[in-house]
């Protein structure tokens, strides 16, 4: 047994699994600070995000020494690989929930708008996608992986319907253009959100599977199960 | 030009322990293919099959089907046949030691019976020592030192250009980097690359990254089973079977 080397994985999953729960708070938060228009929270994001940046250059460091060191091959390797785009992705999912409270802020200090967009309701799809993702890397499990990837459209739909029905507000109230645009900002980054658990899902896949299905390219089902 | 190398329902034992059991594989011409898998496996039982050096053993024997291109090595044909065709290089550099090393070269001729003229012989020699990429390191020497004063890494080189001499179809080597440094391993690795122009190339190997490295093919063995062949990336990066995939990752092993 390489046990140093195992140990060495270990220790990269657990940092991730920091990593994933603040970037899953990150988003939570932001959409509370949406919500109940709270600046305290649009402030925590922000101070958050710091902790995000620092754990993703630990945990690509942590990678790229165990590649160096360790040679690692075939799940491991994949494993490893893995761990870096997820981390990626992660990081970004942080960058958005900025995203999210710079336009909450601006948000707050314009005077509140009934807009014609259902923020709670991707809120929560975006959310649960970005949970149900780390839980297929948690668990090892493609299917749950898969199960990511059917919701990614459902977002999609609801980031269009936003699109339509906040352009629509803005040509006929242009009053309140700039609080429509700000909510069409946050539809648009949540949609991105769901994006990046999407891909995280995807490189659940390629660990657990070995099978590469971006872009709907590959299918799953068809490869080798091979789990650590 | 190298030729493939067919096996099919080989066994071998050594008196009553069955240490090969039902191995079929190929090896195709002209590539490299690599034998992994943990001491005691049947590795180098294997390939020792492949040139019948595994018979010279007292009491080994084996059974099963292993063609050489289109010959049957073990049905119709001599030993000394089998292995002008497919020569060997061993784990630890065996030149003979009190021979300088053109001589050492030359050897592989004579030994093979094989008597060319003297200008012959010498192109002969020049044109193997520069096939094992020795050459510009022994050239001005070769006449008056001896093989065993050569560091390690040249010494194995000496006895890839003894094998090369003779023109065979395949190349075996048994570990042929185990007891070499670093820069001597990386210069043999580079070798291999060239010699797959010319011949087919079977290497048994304890280093996996080697086996990455060099190697289009890869085999891993396991209690005397090949337990998976196949395309050397599909076997590091998403081997089909758990055992191939616990030894390579060092679960076990």
């Given at each position: ?228 | 030009?190298?030729?493939?190398i067919?096996v099919?329902?080989l066994n071998a034992w050594f008196g009553?322990h069955h240490a090969l059991h039902?191995v ?11 034998i992994?898998?943990?001491?005691g496996c049947g590795k180098s039982t294997f390939i020792r099959c492949l040139n019948r050096m595994h018979e010279v053993i007292p009491e080994a024997r084996a059974t099963g089907s292993v063609?050489v291109?289109?010959?049957?090595i073990y049905?119709?044909?001599s030993a000394v046949?089998v292995r002008?065709?497919v020569?060997m290089?061993f ?81 075996l080597?048994d ?27 079977v290497?048994v ?16 063995f396991?209690?005397g ?29």
């Open positions: 047994m390489r046990t140093k080397f195992h140990q060495g994985l270990e220790d990269l999953r657990d940092r991730l699994l920091r990593m994933g729960g603040l970037a899953e708070q990150a988003v939570d938060r932001a959409f509370e600070a949406y919500r109940d228009r709270d600046l305290a929270k649009c402030h925590s994001v922000l101070e958050g995000e710091s902790k995000i940046n620092e754990l993703e250059r630990g945990i690509d460091e942590a990678a790229f020494d165990l590649i160096a060191m360790q040679q690692p091959t075939a799940v491991d390797l994949r494993f490893i690989l893995a761990v870096v785009k997820i981390n990626s992705d992660l990081e970004r999912v942080g960058d958005q929930s900025v995203n999210i409270v710079e336009r909450v802020m601006d948000m707050i200090d314009l005077p509140f708008v009934d807009l014609p967009v259902d923020i709670p309701r991707m809120a929560s799809a975006t959310s649960a996608m970005v949970r149900r993702a780390l839980e297929s890397f948690i668990e090892g499990k493609a299917e749950l992986a898969q199960a990511v990837l059917e919701m990614d459209n459902v977002v999609d739909r609801m980031r269009d319907e936003a699109f339509i029905n906040l352009v629509r507000k803005m040509n006929e109230t242009p009053s309140v253009t700039q609080q429509a645009l700000d909510a069409l900002l946050i539809a648009r980054n949540l949609e991105r959100v769901a994006d990046h658990a999407t891909n995280i899902a995807e490189d659940v896949i390629f660990w657990v599977k070995g099978a590469d299905v971006r872009h709907n390219v590959g299918d799953p089902s068809t490869d080798a199960e091979t789990q650590t | 030009m190298g030729v493939g067919t099919e329902n009553k039902d079929s594989m190929i090896a195709d011409a002209n590539k490299c293919t690599a992994i898998g943990p001491s063609r291109g289109e010959v049957d049905n119709g044909t046949q002008r065709r020569g290089v784990q630890r550099p065996n030149p003979f030691p009190s021979m300088t090393v053109f001589d050492n070269v030359a050897a592989g001729l004579k030994l093979n019976g094989i008597a060319p003229g003297k200008k012959e012989l010498e192109e002969l020699v020049e044109r193997a020592l520069r096939g094992a990429a020795l050459w510009d390191e022994v050239k001005d020497t070769m006449k008056k030192k001896s093989g065993a004063s050569l560091s390690g890494g040249q010494q194995q080189r000496l006895c890839i250009a003894r094998t090369m001499a003779v023109e065979p179809e395949v190349v080597m570990e042929p980097c185990s007891a070499l440094d670093p820069i001597s391993t990386g210069k043999i690795e580079e070798l291999i690359f060239q010699l797959k122009e010319k011949f087919t190339i290497i190997t304890h280093n996996m990254q080697q086996a990455a490295r060099v190697a289009e093919f890869t085999g891993f396991l209690m089973r090949l337990i998976e062949f196949d395309r050397t990336e599909k076997v590091f990066t998403k081997p089909s079977d758990k055992r191939t995939e616990d030894y390579i990752t060092g679960r076990f092993g």
